[in-house]
Every structure is written in structure tokens, then in C-alpha cells.
């Protein structure tokens, strides 16, 4: 997973530790010139300030009406029981909702009898993922597309470099190794957002048909300018789009982990979609199986002044 220079926690979960708002705490430089102690730092929570006045701020997107949380884990499914998807998820309706706190609370190893790999989802879903939509088209008449959380930057000099993971079988993956081509759509953390990843994530099952839908059922449309290349999909759900492509190095962009790939691009160029207009906006998030917003942030106090050696 990656390591974010940032800290996501929530905004209730600091004050009341029972909500799974984002937040961020801001670490303190360190200098390698200075042997000085770098001063201990009190933290508050502050509400996210968004442009838009009156904007309350909220973490949950849920589908609308809202369904009874999951208490039974998930039955692990070993890698070989992997097919492609044959039948579409019905269109689910988003709505935000106030906070709440995490629905599983894991336990440590030798206190519980649950296999590993389930107490390993368990903990990772009280982690916050970011949610992207990777698009790709190969030879073929119909483009392709899926719904990822494991999107993160590995690199960025000399040029931007990203990595995600595929499992396999995928059709996407298929148009992605075979093109070498791909976007990847930065989505608004909001219902509109939240609707295109959701639609996607069923997979490409029906066809040409998902991306023929997309904007009856999400306000969305794509074009793809000439053939071969990744469609970039507009919409209100959608702030920016990275055009990208496979390194070629190593291993051609596509290193090979047990039933998964993992995806190695570089960034060409940077879209942004809808002639702006989403400035207080951040990227969809994705926790304890809900879609989320980002809420507010953790900072530092007024009473420690910087560079002062923690004196008041």
C-alpha cells in the first residue's frame, strides 16, 4: 500500500473516536542541517472550510435507500476460482450521510480464529483508499474500464510515474497490456462521483453497452479522438484525467504477483475536465465499504511557536 506524506484519519475519530471522517495531520519538517529536538506539536481538529459557503461537510456516500451493514466476513476466494464477470450490478442512487463509526473492529492474530486474509480485510477496510476509474482500448470495438482503489504516485522526476493493481482475468487489463494506453480519471468525492465508480465497478460484461449508458445513468460521456486510443470520460463526477502509459522498464510496466498485476505508467499529460469549476473538491475516497468524502483536518495548536524548540 502506499505511504502518503499525509495522514488520513477522521474528523469524529480524533474528537469522539467514532467516525470514519477524513481528516490530515500535518507532520513537521526535518532538517538535517539542525541538531535541535523538533518541538512536540498540540493538534486540533478544524471543520474542512470548502468554498461553497454553507457546504456541510460529510464523509459517507451511501447508496440510496441505505442497506444494513455486512456482519458476516467474506469468504476468502483462493485465486484459481477467479472468472470474468457475466452479469451487470443493478444502478444504485447516492446520497450522503453523516458520519459513523467503523462497522468491524479486528483483533489481533493469536485472539481470534479467523483465517488471515480475513483479518487482513478487516483491518485494511478501516484504512481510506483513494477511488479512480482506469480506462483503456484495444484493437477492438469496444473500450474498457474498472473501478480501482490501490491508485497511488510512486515517482515523479523525471517524469510522474503511477502504479495500481489489476487481478486477472480482466478485460481491461487485456486492452491495457495489448495498447500500452490508458487514462486515469480522478472522480469527485460526491454522489456524482460515487455514481461513476459505482457503474463501473460492475465491470465490462455488457459490452459497449456500459459506455453507451454512462450518460443516462451517471451524466457522463466519453469520446475517444482516435482509434486505439484510451476514452477519457467528462462529467460532473469527474475532475481530471492522466493520460498515460506502460513503462517499458521493468518488465515492461506489468510486473506479475500471484493472481494480480502489478501496473507501472508514466504520466504524458494532465486533463482538466469540465473546464474546472471544482475547486473545493478533493478525489472520491473509499473505507469500511462505503464511498467517502474527505472531512476535516487535524492541525497544529496556536500555543507551540514554529522553530522555537517546543517553548510557548
Not at 469527485?188 to 462521483?193: F, L, N, Q, V
Not at 471544482?278 to 497544529?300: Q, V, W
Request: charged share 20%; proline share 10%; net charge positive.
Amino acid at each position: 500500500m502506499n505511504s502518503p506524506p499525509r495522514i488520513m484519519v477522521g474528523l469524529k475519530a480524533a474528537a469522539e473516536r467514532c467516525s470514519n471522517s477524513a481528516a490530515v495531520i500535518t507532520a513537521p519538517t526535518l532538517s538535517m542541517k539542525s541538531a535541535k529536538p523538533i518541538p512536540m506539536r498540540r493538534l486540533h481538529i478544524q471543520s474542512q472550510q470548502h468554498i461553497n459557503k454553507g457546504h456541510v461537510p460529510s464523509c459517507t456516500i451511501l447508496p440510496y435507500p441505505r442497506r444494513a451493514p455486512i456482519s458476516q466476513p467474506l469468504t476468502h476466494q483462493p485465486p484459481h476460482n477467479r472468472t470474468l464477470s457475466t452479469t451487470p450490478h443493478p444502478l444504485r442512487q447516492f446520497t450522503t450521510s453523516p458520519p459513523t463509526p467503523p462497522s468491524i473492529h479486528p483483533h489481533s492474530s493469536s485472539s481470534t480464529s479467523l483465517p488471515l486474509p480475513e483479518q487482513f480485510r478487516s483491518l485494511m477496510r478501516l484504512i481510506t483508499h483513494s477511488v479512480v476509474v482506469c480506462t483503456s482500448s484495444s484493437s477492438g470495438p469496444i473500450p474498457r474500464a474498472m473501478t480501482m482503489s490501490s491508485f497511488t504516485s510512486l515517482s515523479l522526476l523525471p517524469t510522474p510515474i503511477i502504479s495500481f493493481n489489476i487481478a486477472t482475468p480482466s478485460r481491461t487489463f487485456d486492452a491495457l497490456s495489448s495498447s500500452r494506453l490508458f487514462n486515469i480519471h480522478i472522480l469527485t468525492d460526491d454522489p456524482s462521483g460515487a455514481r461513476i465508480a459505482d457503474w463501473l465497478a460492475r465491470g465490462n460484461a455488457a459490452g459497449l453497452e456500459v459506455f453507451e449508458q454512462l450518460q443516462s445513468e451517471c451524466g457522463c460521456s466519453y469520446k475517444t479522438e482516435t482509434k486505439g486510443e484510451a476514452p477519457i470520460l467528462k462529467g460532473p463526477g469527474v475532475l481530471y484525467v492522466l493520460r498515460c502509459e506502460l513503462l517499458q522498464e521493468p518488465m515492461g510496466g506489468l510486473v506479475k504477483v500471484r493472481d494480480h498485476y502489478i501496473v507501472l505508467g508514466e504520466v504524458k499529460e494532465i486533463v482538466e475536465v469540465n473546464g474546472g469549476g471544482k475547486e473545493d473538491k478533493f478525489g472520491l475516497m473509499y473505507a469500511d465499504r462505503k464511498y467517502r468524502e474527505l472531512g476535516g483536518c487535524i492541525i497544529p495548536g496556536e500555543g507551540v511557536e514554529e522553530g522555537k524548540d517546543g517553548e510557548e
